[in-house]
T-cell receptor
C-alpha cells in the first residue's frame, strides 16, 4: 500500500523565519509528487515534481525531489503570516491514483 | 473556466437519510476524484474515475457509499443511509492525466453534518 509521511506535523515560527517541510513516501510505480497549500478551503496546487535534483521555485517557495531516497522538501523563506496553512504532500502512481500525507500545519506569527 | 463545481456547499441531515453530493469537473479533464477530509483521518481518497470509468474504489468506506459518473461533466457521491460518522468535508477534484501528470484541481468542498 502506498504511503506518504510528512514531518513535522505542526510548526510555529515568526515572520521572516525560513522553514523546511519534509515528505517521505513509498509508492509502487511512482509518477509524480505534488505539494498543495490548504488554508480554510480546498487545497491549491503549489508544485509538481517528477525528476530528482531539479528545484522548482515560485517566489519564496521552493521544492526538490530525491527519488533515490524517496523524499521531497518544501522550503519557505522569509515567511509571512499569509503562509500560515496546512501543506499537503501527495504522490501519484502510474494509474493516476494519489495518496496524500497528513499534512504539516504551519503557523507564522507576526 | 469556473473550476471544479460542487454542490451543495453545506448539507445537514439526519441519520438514516440519503445524501447526494454533486460535482462538475473542469471541462476537458479526464480524471475525477472524490475525497473525504476529517480532523482525525486527514484527506482520504474514496474513489477515482478515468474517462468516466471507476478505476479504484478501495477507499470507499462501505456499501453505504456509492459513486457514479454518467458523463464527462458530472459525478455524484451518494450515502445511503447516512450516519453521524460520515460527517466530514467531501472534496471533488479533477485533473488532466497524461500531460499534466495529475495536477488536481479541487472544488470548494461539501461540508456534511449528519445529526
Amino acid at each position: 500500500e502506498d504511503k506518504v509521511v510528512q514531518s513535522p506535523l505542526s510548526l510555529v515560527v515568526h515572520e521572516g523565519d525560513t522553514v523546511t517541510l519534509n515528505c517521505s513516501y513509498e509508492v509502487t510505480n511512482f509518477r509524480s509528487l505534488l505539494w498543495y497549500k490548504q488554508e480554510k478551503k480546498a487545497p491549491t496546487f503549489l508544485f509538481m515534481l517528477t525528476s530528482s535534483g531539479i528545484e522548482k521555485k515560485s517566489g519564496r517557495l521552493s521544492s526538490i525531489l530525491d527519488k533515490k531516497e524517496l523524499f521531497s522538501i518544501l522550503n519557505i523563506t522569509a515567511t509571512q503570516t499569509g503562509d500560515s496553512a496546512v501543506y499537503l504532500c501527495a504522490v501519484v502512481d502510474n494509474a493516476g491514483k494519489s495518496t496524500f500525507g497528513d499534512g504539516t500545519t504551519l503557523t507564522v506569527k507576526p | 473556466d469556473a473550476g471544479v463545481i460542487q454542490s451543495p456547499r453545506h448539507e445537514v441531515t439526519e441519520m438514516g437519510q440519503e445524501v447526494t453530493l454533486r460535482c462538475k469537473p473542469i471541462s476537458g479533464h479526464d480524471y475525477l476524484f472524490w475525497y473525504r477530509q476529517t480532523m482525525m483521518r486527514g484527506l482520504e481518497l474514496l474513489i477515482y474515475f478515468n474517462n468516466n470509468v471507476p478505476i479504484d474504489d478501495s477507499g470507499m468506506p462501505e456499501d453505504r457509499f456509492s459513486a457514479k459518473m454518467p458523463n464527462a461533466s458530472f459525478s455524484t457521491l451518494k450515502i445511503q443511509p447516512s450516519e453521524p460518522r460520515d460527517s466530514a468535508v467531501y472534496f471533488c477534484a479533477s485533473s488532466f492525466g497524461q500531460l499534466a501528470k495529475n495536477i488536481q484541481y479541487f472544488g470548494a468542498g461539501t461540508r456534511l453534518s449528519v445529526l
